[in-house]
């Protein structure tokens, strides 16, 4: 390419408009919607290229590299939104999220506990260090934080499940029922909770095959309306 072409080139460009911004971001998060990642990927890396570091930009390619297992990709852009917006939760939340999915322990558990700083009140804060918790075997320690979680939702169907789990685990298995009945009440259907539940039916010594049969079924209905 000879350097007049370029320099024409380089003013051909410098004189486009950019293009519409709420526009550009409707479309991307259409797609996203949809889970179409690759067609909003393209969209939010236009928006990018004309409107460097938007903010909403830079989140929803963070999410889309999320929900397609490039981590680390996720990880980097949403960092680099914290640099600019300290204050941003959701993509601190989401950083630690990556950090723990990339085998970053550490470095996850700083990051929630940086975000209940900031957000005390953060109930998804609170559930992910309690995860952290439950893969170290630190049960207790995670009882503690899903109790926080429900102290502040009670309906948090997540924490009832997770608070299911570890009583189980503990060998309370009456306790752990309890929150999964619970989290079953909550609207939605919950595979996860489901699954625990008849599962640890089954090791219950005062279920009898009648009750066990009548809960499967409830349960498969449950499912079977929400298809």
Not at 139 to 163: I, K, W
Request: aromatic fraction near 10%.
């Amino acid at each position: 390419m000879s350097r007049k072409f370029r320099r024409a080139a380089a003013k051909k460009t410098a004189n486009e408009p950019s293009p519409n911004l709420p526009s550009l971001l409707q479309r991307a998060y259409q797609h996203q919607q949809v889970r179409q990642f690759a067609q909003a990927v393209a969209l939010y890396q236009s928006v990018l290229h004309y409107y460097k570091n938007q903010p909403d930009a830079l989140y929803g390619l963070a999410y889309c590299y999320d929900q397609t297992g490039e981590y680390r990709k996720a990880a980097a852009l949403y960092a680099q939104l914290l640099e600019l917006h300290p204050a941003h939760h959701g993509a601190r939340l989401n950083l630690g999220n990556m950090q723990n999915r990339l085998g970053e322990k550490e470095a996850a558990r700083t990051t929630y506990q940086t975000l209940l700083a900031q957000d005390p009140e953060n109930v998804w804060a609170y559930n992910n260090l309690g995860n952290l918790a439950l893969q170290d075997g630190a049960l207790q320690t995670a009882l503690d934080y899903y109790t926080q979680v429900l102290t502040r939702d009670p309906h948090h169907v997540v924490a009832l499940n997770n608070m299911g789990q570890v009583l189980k685990n503990q060998g309370k298995l009456l306790e752990a029922l309890a929150y999964f009945r619970r989290a079953l009440k909550e609207p939605g259907i919950h595979l996860s909770v489901i699954s625990n539940y008849l599962f640890s039916l089954h090791y219950d010594p005062h279920v009898t095959r009648e009750y066990l049969f009548e809960e499967s079924k409830r349960c498969g209905a449950m499912i079977e309306a929400a298809i």
